[in-house]
């Protein structure tokens, strides 16, 4: 048994995992930050700057999703 390769995989899991986290609830505190903007006298490009970020966030997110995916799955890239 090769111990140190199981932590080694758990630590990048935990980091991978909390990355993709911190990345999508970036994307929702913009999302809200824009639609509570929209609503007050904020600019109309710092509410375009705000939703822009957070469908970067949003899309950054769902590629690491589906490059685990495919990390995962045999099939797709075997």
């Given at each position: 048994?090769?111990?140190?390769?199981?932590?080694?995989?758990?630590?990048?899991?935990?980091?991978?995992?909390?990355?993709?986290?911190?990345?999508?609830s970036?994307?929702?505190?913009?999302?809200?930050?824009s639609?509570?903007?929209?609503?007050?006298?904020?600019?109309?490009n710092?509410?375009?700057?705000?939703?822009?970020?957070a469908?970067?966030?949003?899309a950054?997110?769902?590629?690491?999703?589906?490059?685990g995916?495919?990390?995962?799955?045999p099939a797709?890239?075997?």
């Amino acid at each position: 048994m090769h111990w140190m390769d199981y932590l080694t995989v758990f630590g990048v899991t935990l980091l991978a995992a909390l990355t993709v986290v911190c990345i999508y609830s970036f994307g929702v505190r913009l999302y809200a930050v824009s639609l509570d903007a929209e609503t007050g006298s904020t600019p109309r490009n710092r509410v375009a700057l705000a939703k822009a970020g957070a469908f970067a966030c949003f899309a950054l997110s769902a590629v690491a999703v589906l490059f685990g995916i495919y990390l995962i799955v045999p099939a797709l890239h075997g």
